[in-house]
């Protein structure tokens, strides 16, 4: 009996030590290039981190200096914003519509536009997106971009949005429009006050998506003038010679801040709780 | 957009509104805010151009593209002529696209189904119903993976796994090993683990709550061992759950062009999954109209994850996106 018992214990010490290894095992792969990541940025020597830094700021100065770098970063907020503000006013109006009134074949286009923005990834349609940006003159332009992504971007957050405005009681609407009130009127001081939370799942999903995105900015522009920070950063480490590390991990230390602290903040605030592909 | 009160539109509907209230229909579909028909169609019509112009036209326009011989420059740039089936025939016969088509199925059973979704099953199983500090920092370092931007990511990979300046020939005591040129797969396998557990260990963490532990509890006392508790016990509980992520991890992963930042498909072709096939052969090289071909055999593949993807998400109640 008593044989048993220790046998049971053991077994579970063994468990337990097992899981605290697994756990560390997979804390310290996810945590090595998010160290490197916050170290090396600051390290005269970012090669080897498991000596002790050399404190600098040497990346910094160059960062400032470099022609491309901190542009790239305004270009990624530019892009983001544009994208942002086209995507969640668009679905919204669209979401909104959909979701009050009866049109015939509603679910079907829902449906429809949803299977075909997975479908239509970048991959499948690179020729077509090129071709089309080159006809409608937007090589080269923030507007082709933005349009592009959006593209992408629209039909998911349209069916999210629907799903927040059929949560929502129609009553309110009712009334106010029995006291006089215009669609207008109604979507600005009700609907878009009551769907809050959705819009901003939308935004912070849609930020996300865009500030992550390299293969539309990659083959949309050739001026790196107008360049995003994804793309900056590939050429900033294929562009002839050897890659300067100090300079990239400046770099990609600033590029990532924005969604990080986005990230913090949303998680804080609504816990994070994003079904679905918050990225692609 | 007309912004009258009482247009004739908006009397009609106030009118059909209150009958269908009157009927007993659902509120929701009520036209509540007397929107009227036209007006809504308005609503959706600028997203519909969008997402026509950008998305909708891009799929049919591939499908023309790929019978035609299109080219960046050249002859074919100006005039380019219909081929029929010749493209296809070409790239079915093509040993570089086959080899892609080898390379992109490792990348996705290695790094999807096996990577992503194992791990983010196994941290999600050991981490289940045991809140507290090692929860969050470990839930925490893998969403953080996956919510810096890629290009980000895929120069961290580059930094550690470089054969003069990497990190990892430092921890590991191995000086001068080529990763990326020795081991081009199994470095942006490793890559996209990293970057993509964590929409399978959230999905699984939200799945594992729908398994009662008194059930594993008594599994436990009958004696099954925690492999066969999982098989038995919640494999079949979640099983839509694992179909589901199965699905989408895949989709996404044979999307994938972010592990091009990191080899560009070399050394010598040893990464060159189908994205960066096309990629080359048709943006790279000019060939357009070849490129298009390839690029709608990935579309079929993608409509049939996604066809089955809606239809598994439908039959568990919901769409999430």
């Known amino acids: ?280 | 957009m007309r912004n009258e009160p009482f247009g004739p539109t908006t009397e009609d509907h106030r009118l059909k509104s209150a009958r269908t209230r009157a009927s007993g229909a659902s509120p929701i579909n009520a036209d509540a805010a007397g929107l009227g028909i036209r007006r809504a169609v308005g609503f959706v019509v600028p997203a519909v151009v969008v997402v026509g112009v950008f998305l909708v036209f891009p799929a049919l326009w591939t499908i023309y593209l790929g019978v035609t011989d299109f080219a960046l420059t050249g002859i074919s740039a100006a005039d380019p002529r219909t081929v029929g089936v010749d493209n296809y025939a070409e790239a079915l016969g093509d040993e570089r696209f086959h080899a892609s088509l080898w390379l992109t199925a490792q990348y996705v059973a290695g790094s999807a189904v096996i990577g992503q979704a194992g791990l983010g099953f196994a941290v999600a199983w050991v981490l289940r119903d045991r809140p507290g500090p090692v929860k969050r920092v470990v839930e925490g370092l893998i969403l953080l993976a996956w919510i810096l931007p890629s290009s980000v990511v895929a120069f961290l990979w580059i930094a550690l796994l470089d054969r003069d300046a990497g990190t990892l020939n430092a921890l590991l005591h191995t000086p001068g090993a080529a990763w990326l040129l020795d081991h081009p797969m199994a470095s942006i396998i490793v890559f996209n683990v990293w970057r993509g557990t964590a929409f399978s260990m959230m999905l699984y963490g939200a799945a594992l709550e729908n398994v009662p532990p008194s059930h594993l509890e008594t599994a436990r006392l009958a004696g099954a061992s925690t492999f066969q508790q999982i098989r038995d016990v919640v494999l079949p509980r979640i099983r839509g759950h694992v179909l589901t992520n199965m699905l989408l991890i895949s989709l996404w992963t044979f999307n994938d062009f972010t592990s091009f930042q990191i080899t560009a498909g070399g050394p010598e072709g040893r990464s060159e999954i189908v994205p960066v096939y096309i990629y080359d052969v048709a943006l790279r090289g000019g060939r357009l109209g070849f490129g298009a071909a390839v690029s709608f055999l990935v579309l079929l593949v993608n409509l049939v994850a996604a066809l089955l993807y809606l239809r598994t998400a439908r039959s568990r109640g919901g769409v999430a996106a």
């Open chain 1, 1 to 280: 009996m008593r044989g048993r018992e220790a046998a049971a214990r053991a077994r579970h010490a063994a468990a337990a030590i097992g899981r605290a290894t697994f756990l560390a095992v997979v804390a310290g792969f996810f945590a090595l290039p998010m160290l490197w990541l916050a170290t090396a940025p600051f390290d005269a020597h970012p090669t080897i981190t498991v000596s002790l830094p050399e404190f600098t700021l040497a990346g910094f100065r160059e960062l400032l200096a470099h022609p491309y770098a901190l542009r790239s970063l305004g270009n990624s907020v530019l892009q983001a914003a544009g994208s942002t503000v086209l995507v969640v006013v668009l679905a919204a109006l669209a979401a909104y519509a959909l979701s009050r009134v009866r049109v015939p074949g509603r679910d079907v286009l829902l449906y429809l536009l949803l299977l075909l923005s997975s479908v239509v990834t970048g991959t499948a349609a690179m020729v077509p997106v090129f071709e089309l940006a080159t006809r409608l003159n937007l090589v080269d332009t923030h507007l082709g971009v933005v349009l592009t992504l959006s593209g992408g971007l629209l039909p998911a957050a349209i069916f999210i949005l629907k799903d927040f405005m059929d949560g929502t009681p129609a009553s309110y609407e009712e009334s106010a429009r029995v006291f006089g009130a215009s669609p207008s009127q109604i979507l600005r001081h009700i609907v878009v006050p009551v769907i809050r939370p959705g819009l901003a799942t939308i935004a912070v999903w849609t930020v996300a998506s865009v500030w992550g995105s390299f293969l539309t900015p990659f083959i949309l522009l050739r001026d790196p003038d107008k360049a995003p920070g994804a793309v900056i950063l590939y050429t900033l480490y294929t562009e002839g010679g050897s890659p300067r590390l100090e300079l990239i991990s400046t770099f990609s230390l600033l590029y990532s801040l924005p969604v990080v602290l986005m990230y913090v903040f949303v998680s804080r605030r609504y816990g994070f709780r994003f079904h679905g592909g918050i990225k692609r």
